[in-house]
Structure formats: C-alpha cells, structure tokens
C-alpha cells in the first residue's frame, strides 16, 4: 500500500474515533421573567438609586443618621442587579408628596353631595334635596 492510502485510512481512523466520543447535550431552561427583566433594567435601576442618593433631603437624612454619603454611593455601587431591582422598588413605591388627583377628586365629589343635599350652592347644574 502506498503512503498516501496509509495517511488516509489513519486519517479516518481518528475521525471515526471521534465521532464516537460523547457529546454534551445542549440545554435550554425557562428563564423567570423576573431574572430577566433584571439584567436589562439594571442599568437604569442602578442609575435611578443613585440620582435617589443625591438629592439633598436624602443626604441630610443619611448624614442625620450618621451615615457618610459617599460611603452609601459605593456601597450601592456594590450591590447586585436583583438587589438593586428591589430597592428601585421600594423607592418607587414611596409618595412622592401625596397624591394630590385623590384629593380633587374628594373634593369635588364631597362639594357634589353637600350641593344635592341642599348644604352648599357652589355647582348651578345640581338641584338641591330640600328647599
């Protein structure tokens, strides 16, 4: 046999042996909507945390209690995505000086009532209960 046939038939020797060799199977998991959501929104929730650290009532606040400001920035710097998710959470959820649509909305319907009872005359377009 000549050399050329003895490079072949090794060479498919060694591939044959190859393909014989196991191969990893490949996976796929569902990932929760939460993980997910957070390695896209934490730039933005990391960002909004720290504007929520320099605000002046914040720092006064933090300094009040005795924590240095710079201290809390680098310590928030430090935190992980689903950590940061869940205080951009909470400070979202904090009122942000009342929710002053209810309180229009209280008043109005409160001056409404006392109109059709006949308390008050402040709308022209309610008949009152009594006269």
Sequence with gaps: MNTAGKYLIRFLIVTMGALGLPV???RADLVPTHAA?????AP???AGVA???ERSEVRAQ???YGVDPAQ???RVEALGDDEIAAIAGRIDALPAGGDILGAVVFVFVLLLVTDILGFTRVFPFTRPARR
């Excluded at 959501?37 to 929104?41: P, Q, R």
């Design 62 to 64: 933090l300094e009040r």
């Design 37 to 41: 959501g957070a390695a896209i929104f």
């Design 44 to 46: 933005a929730q990391r």
């Design 72 to 74: 809390a920035r680098s």
């Design 51 to 53: 504007a929520f650290l």
């Design 24 to 26: 990893p199977e490949a």
